[in-house]
Each structure stands twice: as structure tokens, then as C-alpha cells.
């Protein structure tokens, strides 16, 4: 197998979004030209979603940080400074999340060149075990939102009905 053919095929077993090969692949160039080092590049996904891209990503690390970032200034923040802080935070993780995914994958795809001596047993445990996307996660995050949104609904009835 050529070198160009294989690092094709670990790129896409890694994405495994075939919609999103193209964008990633570009993003992948840029960080690639600045020699890995931390840069911004936007991605509208990740701005919206958050802790959610993350972990649809299978950066399970990063998906970790953030959540414990948005739970402790949850505890410590006053509500009004909170919704100011969290579109900062949206903003940074829109901006740096894609490079975090590239890292990732570079950290991923020495790990199998280390531990597995075949190419193609390689681009097999790359889109098999630690590529690819979490497929639980976009209907966690729905699951998620109805439940957040019941929880008020049923909270501002309860404030209501103190009131009375």
C-alpha cells in the first residue's frame, strides 16, 4: 500500500463522515501547516454543540473537560455572569475544537503504528475501535435538552403554585 493511499485511508476511517471529509481534510492542511501547533480554525458544530461535539466526536477527554468547566462555573458563577461566560466558552470550543480532533488523531494513529505492524490491520483497528463517531450521542443530547427543558417547565409551575 503507498504512503499517500494509506494515510488517506486512516484520515477517513478516523473521520468516517464521508459528508465531512473534505472540510476536515482542509482543516487537517492548516494545522499541518503550522506544524501541529495549537490554532484556530471555525467549526460551526462544535460552537453549538459544545460538551455534545465532543463527545459525538469520541474525544472523550475533551468532552470531560468541558463538562466539568461548565459545572463548576455552574456552582461558583452568579446566573447573569453564567450566560456570558458560556457563550465564551462556545466561542473558544468553535474555534479550537476541530484542532483538538486533529491532535487526537495524530496521538491515535502513532498509538496504532506503535502496536500494530500491519497497514491494513492499522486502517482496521482505526475505523473499528477509535475512529469514527459516537452515534449515541446526538440522541443523548435531544434526550438531554427535553429533559433540561421539562425540568424548568415543571419548576416554574412549582414556583407558581408557592406563590398562590
Known sequence: MKSNEYE?????????TPAKFDWYHK????????????????NSWAFLGGFWYFLYRKQMKMAMIVLFALLIMAVIVPAH????????L????GG???YFVYSNYLEK?????MIVPD??????????QVGGVNRWAIPMAIFALISLILIIIG??????????
Open 8 to 16: 488517506k485511508e486512516m484520515f477517513e476511517a478516523y473521520i468516517e
Open 27 to 42: 482543516a487537517f492542511d492548516y494545522f499541518d501547516k503550522r506544524e501541529g501547533k495549537l490554532s484556530w480554525y471555525w
Open 81 to 88: 455572569i453564567l450566560i456570558a461566560l458560556f457563550f465564551v
Open 90 to 93: 462556545s466561542i473558544l470550543i
Open 96 to 98: 479550537f475544537g476541530s
Open 109 to 113: 494513529k502513532r498509538e496504532i503504528e
Open 119 to 128: 497497514k491494513e490491520k492499522r486502517i482496521l483497528v482505526m475505523k473499528k
Open 155 to 164: 419548576l416554574m409551575r412549582m414556583a407558581e403554585r408557592a406563590v398562590a
